[in-house]
């Protein structure tokens, strides 16, 4: 790990994308650990609206980052800044080229103008992956984008993750057992799975924006491998909800996301997503602890906290 050198408190700090998942719980923990320069560029009205509400001293620019604008100064002056922004769910390509290719290519742009001089990018766990989907293809090609830019950089590319603000993934499926006496699995449910708590990865992302590893790349898996039918059952004890989980065959659960699909253009669960959910991956399992001295949270304890904690376990994003 080559080390150069890290932040103060007043350093600004650039978060592009960092409406989102990832974001609002990076802010979070920022402001725990006194931080006092916080940029967000995010163009989701509605979840930006909840980071202004929630931290009104961060400053929030919304902003579409595949088109050129004001938002690139944003980075004059800063001393660090983390790519955050993905799409992750649409049935559209257009919807991934700009959002994940388009949008990087002038955030790099911006950077290099400025002369910023750390980065840490969030790629993702899927690039490894054997699925073939728009955002799979997008996301490797980000990474490779980023790779190729020249500026000092450290890449992570977590797994599933789940947490405060969580509007896909376990947080919609929370929800959604709370109304349904009925929770239905696709096929076995037998379907390996490494969620990790995103507080924890946002405990590595600043770890990172501290000791500054250059042109490291890091496979960030949840410590624990759990059966998808076992989380869910878990997240269904942490939630308190009553529902009753069944599984059901797999092409009924395909033809049920693809006629939703019909009444929704941006549904939450896509039958892209599906199969990748039943694709047999098991992710590199470095050990993150001790290479960033963030102790693993247990699945179980992190559920609790997510679902039960009464700070921001209520806060829902926007899709």
């Known amino acids: 790990m080559n080390v150069t050198s890290g932040i103060s408190p007043d350093d600004r700090i650039v978060l592009f994308g960092g409406a989102g998942l990832v974001g609002q719980n990076l802010v979070v923990l920022m402001k725990e650990r006194g931080h006092q320069n916080i940029v967000v560029i995010d163009k989701h009205t509605a979840n930006l609206a909840i980071l202004r509400r929630l931290h009104p001293d961060v400053t929030a620019v919304e902003a579409d980052m595949a088109e050129q604008g004001a938002w690139r100064d944003l980075c004059a002056g800063a001393r660090a800044a983390v790519m955050l922004q993905a799409q992750i769910g649409s049935l559209a390509a257009e919807d991934f080229e700009r959002n994940n290719i388009a949008s990087t290519r002038n955030a790099l742009a911006a950077l290099a103008d400025h002369d910023v001089p750390y980065l840490v990018h969030i790629s993702s766990s899927v690039v490894n992956s054997a699925a073939h989907d728009f955002y799979t293809e997008t996301k ?21 993750m789940f947490g405060w603000f969580d509007r896909k993934h376990l ?4 929800r ?3 109304k349904m006496p009925v929770f239905p699995i696709p096929g ?7 969620p990790l708590y995103v507080m924890d990865f946002c405990r590595i992302i600043w770890a990172c924006l501290e000791r500054r590893p250059v042109g490291e790349v890091y496979d960030i898996s949840g ?45 939450p669960f896509t039958t892209m997503q599906l199969a990748a959910l039943v694709t047999p991956d098991e992710f590199l ?19 609790r906290e997510t679902f039960r904690d009464g700070r921001y376990a209520d806060v829902v994003l926007d899709f």
Do not use: H, N
């Open 223 to 267: 410590a624990e491998k759990i059966d998808y039918i076992d989380m869910m059952r878990a997240v269904r004890d942490a939630t308190g909800a009553k529902t009753w989980i069944v599984r059901i065959p797999y092409g009924l659960f395909w033809f049920l996301l693809r006629t939703y699909a019909l009444f929704d253009r941006d549904p």
């Open 188 to 194: 076995s449910g037998r379907y390996m799975r490494q």
């Open 140 to 160: 490797r090609a980000q990474e490779e984008m980023v790779k190729a830019s020249g500026l000092a950089c450290s890449i992570l590319r977590p797994t599933l």
């Open 285 to 303: 399992l470095i050990p993150w602890w001790d290479i960033f001295g963030v102790p693993a949270t247990p699945f179980s304890e992190a559920a």
């Open 171 to 174: 947080g919609w499926l929370s």
């Open 176 to 178: 959604l057992m709370r």
